[in-house]
């Protein structure tokens, strides 16, 4: 089966301008995840939906941070503006709804660099 | 609150040796703890985790809950093996990754 797809793969962008990713999830999955990666740290969850509702954003900093997952299916993680600090690897990742609600499947990422 | 330490940031062994690499927890709850795997130029993706209690690739990694450890073993290192490995925490609340051990297996 094809894999989460993400696009784009990276982006280079100045502080304070704005940036979207997208993500396909694989067929089928319900469960989508946005996770934010620094450098030298594991990844840390976002934003988690269950179709097109969110179920916990706890960890979305919402003053810049948005996304959304109109249809239940492609989701897009937007940044206005964005900080230095916000340079990561942008990770998305779905799950099917049959398996534990821990096994994930991984996008390649979106490597966000804001110089 | 959840919590994963790995305390190796990098692990090196010599192809054929023994491998550990060592995960601590901290949860309140019942958890369920799983092995990661990025291999260079690939997604993350799932070794293994303890429910299923298998074995994959040589990796085994046993639940110790009186420790709250989970550490990943394998007694026999390939070059292949190496690659990032975080541990992760799940449970009623979503998944809580380490900080990954790069593990490098030399020739």
């Known amino acids: 089966e094809a894999g989460v797809a993400q696009s784009p793969r990276y982006k280079i962008i100045e502080k304070r301008q704005s940036v979207a990713f997208w993500c396909n999830p694989i067929?089928?999955?319900?469960?989508l995840y946005w996770y934010q990666q620094i450098l030298g740290q594991g990844p840390k969850l976002l934003i988690q939906f269950q179709n097109n509702g969110v179920v916990d954003d706890s960890q979305l900093p919402k003053d810049r941070f948005s996304a959304e997952r109109l249809k239940g299916v492609d989701s897009t993680l937007k940044i206005q503006p964005a900080k230095l600090e916000d340079s990561a690897v942008y990770l998305c990742?779905?799950?099917?709804?049959?398996?534990?609600?821990?096994?994930?499947?991984f996008g390649a990422g979106t490597r966000l660099s804001v110089l | 609150a959840q919590r994963v330490t790995q305390p190796e940031k990098l692990l090196s062994v010599f192809k054929g040796a023994p491998v550990e690499l060592k995960c601590n927890y901290s949860y309140s709850g019942s958890p369920e703890l799983f092995w990661y795997v990025q291999y260079s130029r690939q997604r993350l993706q799932l070794l293994l985790r303890?429910?299923s209690r298998e074995s994959i690739k040589g990796f085994t990694a046993d639940l110790n809950k009186g420790e709250t450890s989970f550490h990943l073993k394998k007694p026999f290192a390939q070059e292949e093996d190496s690659a990032m490995y975080y541990c992760?925490?799940?449970?009623?609340?979503?998944?809580?990754f380490g900080k990954g051990t790069r593990l490098s297996v030399i020739a």
């Open positions: 067929s089928g999955h319900a469960t």
């Open positions: 990742a779905s799950r099917t709804p049959r398996a534990s609600k821990n096994i994930q499947y």
């Open positions: 992760a925490l799940g449970g009623n609340t979503p998944l809580v």
């Open positions: 303890h429910i």
